[in-house]
């Protein structure tokens, strides 16, 4: 009689998924049983821990709906999500970083012309934001198409207000003829992601903090060029160090200059990767 | 300007969890975390797939409540839950071998007396279950606490027949002093377990079936022995060697004899392994 054996078991998985129809994910159910059976070996996962686990997947499923999604909140704070983004970045050097999406870009944003205010009402310091969107070689990238958003000065994104029923702090914009944007919104101010469900049990647990250091979010598309998604961080934030998402990159971190009448003025350049020839 | 870097990110995630009070906990979360970065790594993980795994997920946790849990059946076919069970069987030889528990126990079954029947009413063909309880000396355990359950012919349990609300093919048996224990039920069946959710889509697209072949449940309790959660399976039932959950062991492998009357008798002995000394 054989007794019971981890590496028999983990051959038998891989063995029922070898008829696999699609390669691809033959690929990638083979390589996530390899790894998650490596895991539970290499800490001898307990019985009552095998189920804490079970019991955590069951909470975050429940506690996600139509506003508020537990698992990418866990993906995100796992730093996965940002992983993910740096395995699908092959872009030569100059083009700019791309950071996590995070779960508050809304479609269908307002459109907000040359100058017009992107606030809409949305509390907090002035801030002017403008910049220009480059291909590799320098060349202005004309008619680009900007999704801006972003947290008011307590930290909430609008729809995290409800009742709120419209756009705040978020919007779209386009560049001119020269690649140029031009926009007013508010300062960004550092938040915590939503922790009163079981990632902020997760982060309280192994001594962390559910804050962001200060950003804007960017997601800007133009024909011939690959989509860029990303963030402009504030130099003189909290939490750059120690982001709950791990999204910070140093090419990213800009000065937002504070101007003489008290409002801020944010410059920054976007550089896209132009899309392979078809 | 340093690009994005894979192993910068998993290094800066373990580093925010070097300040984990729990010890154990922090053991966990970093081998989580290295083997998840790893598995992403491995087959270089595009964002749509990492949403189609966010989306899965999801859908786990929306399809899961009181009766449903679809978490412990996705961590049952990706063979999780046995390896979970081998990982804490340190028994001597000569003991029983441990399988999964699966979503269908109930607490509080009726207790059946000796040469009761356990079937109260669940459709099936007659089957006498009998044996011994025993220590790993071949001493009689008096008074060990068997709690049995098992689906009726068309493959389902109790639990899953709504409006039935009363136990049927579910009971609780103890031993006398010779050990030995002694019931009727009814023979068991493969089955399918619940694939009208993710976890059924899954075994779909991977070319899986979702049978399970025929076994019945057994936890053996008694004071003095480690507690024995295990299944007796039918040496002749179909799915033997490709079980959806990974839970078939050799030695848990038994013929269940048709008798002259066309009931069945199955005759079973547990090993307990005796718990340590405090």
Known sequence: MRPLNPQDITRSVLASLADTPDERLREIMGSLVRHLHAFAQDVKLSEAEWFAGIDFLTRCG?????KRQEFILLSDTLGLSMLTVALNQDKPAGCTEATV?????????????RGGDVAQGAKGTPCWVRGRVLGLKGEPVAGAKLDVWQSDEEGLYDVQRPGLGR???????????????DFRSIVAVPYAIPHDGPVGQMLQATGRHPWRPAHLH??????GYETLITHVFRADSDYLESDAVFGVRPSLVC?????DDGSFLLEFDFVLNATPPA
């Open 167 to 181: 756009a705040q702090a978020r919007g779209v914009v386009q560049t001119d003829d020269q690649g140029r944007f």
């Open 255 to 259: 000065d937002w200059l504070e101007q």
């Open 218 to 223: 960017f997601m800007v598309q133009a024909p």
């Open 101 to 113: 999406f995070g779960p508050f870009h809304v479609e269908d944003a307002p459109h907000v012309e």
């Open 62 to 66: 429940h506690i996600t709906d139509e």
